[in-house]
């Protein structure tokens, strides 16, 4: 009996050690959200640590003066890419406002004219199903039209917010400048304040778990940003020679964006694209968003292999039950959440994991 009061003992506190583990990474994640703009110079300190080395190294300047350097240079390129973003992007979403029902009343008569040469009676449906039919391409065609405008009118409100965007961008460049200046003096407070075996274990793990995401997100950051720089690029030669594409940068971001999305890709929004084009008869246009997908596939499969150099060792499957939970919980940018939580708890308990899970917790 004592044995077994002794296993149930063990196998309460593995579960309860595993629940207070998630309950302090779900704390960590709210309160990273609260404080965002402190993550965000985070991430970009980290990012901006090799440059200042660099700098350090080849020109042998202090570290303060190094990370002045890199800040002024980050700040530069952050304003003049804030300033050329917000600024097209409240045009282009203007205007794409003023041309959503052309555009939705134009894919409404190519549909119509599509249905329109197979006929439904052949089918010898019940009468009340066949008026669901006929109706549903006005019902759908509506839904889009409204859905599009809520959402453009939600990008220009946020992007009109331009007083509260300032207040972040300026909390998170000072932030930024703090841990680029005095990192080796917070680290130093850190580990005064913590006992010495916490500083041992939590430096162990917090190293791993930067490590990990840190390359993840940087190899996508990088593969994300080269998807978006060639379509942005090439949208911008095609209406130079005279293949119109009227909002190439919200285009852009939102083939960026899918890109960004584990297992899903630019071909999802693409493919489609080009497919619709050419059965609009634009031929040009279809075949240049398939060279430029071509380009930005070539480029990917080129660079992947060199910037994942270590796999995160989690299945397709299960990455996809990650981006699923996310959105679930908090929308769609659960999608892009899900899998980077999903490395950290493999990360956190990666013993348990080698072991097997139920294996781990419930063996004497």
Same mark, same amino acid.
């Given at each position: ?8 003992? *063990? ?46 190294? *080849? ?46 009343? &134009? ?110 997100? &940087? ?108 959105? &679930? ?16 708890? &493999? ?18």
């Amino acid at each position: 009996m004592v044995i077994e009061l002794g296993y149930f003992t *063990k196998v309460i506190k593995r579960i309860g050690i595993i629940g207070i583990s998630i309950i302090i990474l779900i704390l960590l994640f709210k309160l990273s959200i609260f404080y965002m703009p402190f993550l965000i110079a985070f991430i970009l300190s980290l990012t901006l640590e090799h440059p200042i080395k660099f700098f350090m190294k *080849k020109f042998k300047f202090k570290r303060r003066t190094s990370s002045i350097i890199i800040f002024l240079i980050t700040i530069a390129i952050i304003a003049g890419l804030l300033t050329w973003g917000i600024s097209t992007l409240i045009s282009e979403a203007s205007n794409l406002m003023q041309g959503v029902n052309k555009y939705v009343d &134009k894919a409404y008569v190519q549909i119509e004219s599509i249905t329109s040469q197979f006929d439904i009676k052949r089918l010898k449906l019940p009468e009340q199903v066949e008026k669901i039919i006929e109706t549903s391409n006005d019902d759908f065609f509506n839904n889009i039209g409204t859905w599009i405008k809520n959402s453009l009118s939600k990008l220009i409100d946020f992007l009109m917010q331009i007083p509260t965007i300032a207040i972040y961008t300026s909390i998170t460049l000072i932030a930024l400048y703090f841990m680029c200046v005095d990192k080796v003096y917070m680290i130093d407070e850190i580990e005064h304040h913590l006992p010495t075996k916490w500083v041992k274990k939590l430096g162990i793990h917090v190293r791993e778990i930067i490590s990990s995401v840190g390359n993840y997100l &940087k190899a996508e950051f990088i593969l994300v940003l080269v998807s978006f720089v060639i379509s942005l690029i090439g949208f911008y030669i095609l209406n130079i020679i005279g293949i119109n594409i009227n909002y190439p940068l919200l285009i852009a971001l939102g083939i960026a964006f899918v890109d960004a999305l584990p297992i899903l890709g630019s071909g999802t929004i693409m493919l489609p694209w080009a497919v619709i084009c050419a059965a609009d008869g634009n031929l040009k246009l279809a075949i240049g968003i398939l060279v430029l997908w071509a380009i930005m596939s070539i480029v990917r499969q080129f660079l992947e292999p060199k910037l994942v150099s270590n796999k995160i060792g989690i299945h397709p499957i299960f990455t996809l039950i990650a981006m699923y939970t996310g959105f &679930k919980f908090i929308g769609v940018w659960g999608m892009v959440l899900g899998p980077i939580i999903l490395i950290i708890l &493999k990360n956190i308990f990666s013993t348990l994991i080698d072991k097997g899970v139920v294996k781990a917790i419930l063996e004497r």
